[in-house]
Nanobody, 124 residues
Framework: QVQLVESGGGSVQSGGSLRLSCAVS????????MAWFRQAPGKEREGVAV???????SYAESVKGRFTISQDNVKATLILQMNSLKPEDTAMYYC??????????????????WGQGTQVTVSS
């Protein structure tokens, strides 16, 4: 049984940092990509960052230079380091695994597994 469990969300002021973690069990994520998505109230879920089986990373334009995705293979954990946070980064953040179409990693409908999410709130 695949389980993805996010943690690390919270409330910070604009310019602050947070580090999100996604603990992975029951899934050999090294064979596919894993990604972070976010969803703000009233908005569609959007891709934030992805890392593939070769360690290649891609980011949404809105977070480039501020967010870093990484993975700890020993601990089976996906990480999202978020710096220089802005109020528009406020959202529920989800990790996702196993996309049917890794080349279009930002398509949330193609992912087989999801965590429950962790809330990030950035105040101005």
């Amino acid at each position: 049984q695949v389980q993805l469990v996010e943690s690390g969300g919270g409330s910070v002021q604009s310019g602050g940092s947070l580090r999100l973690s996604c603990a992975v069990s029951g899934y050999t994520y090294s064979t596919n990509c894993m990604a972070w998505f976010r969803q703000a109230p009233g908005k569609e879920r959007e891709g934030v960052a992805v890392i593939d089986s070769d360690g290649m990373r891609s980011y949404a334009e809105s977070v480039k230079g501020r967010f870093t995705i990484s993975q700890d293979n020993v601990k089976a954990t996906l990480i999202l380091q978020m710096n220089s946070l802005k109020p528009e980064d406020t959202a529920m953040y989800y990790c996702a695994a196993d996309s049917k179409d890794p080349l279009r990693w930002w398509l949330h409908r193609d992912y087989a597994y999801w965590g429950q999410g962790t809330q990030v709130t950035v105040s101005s």
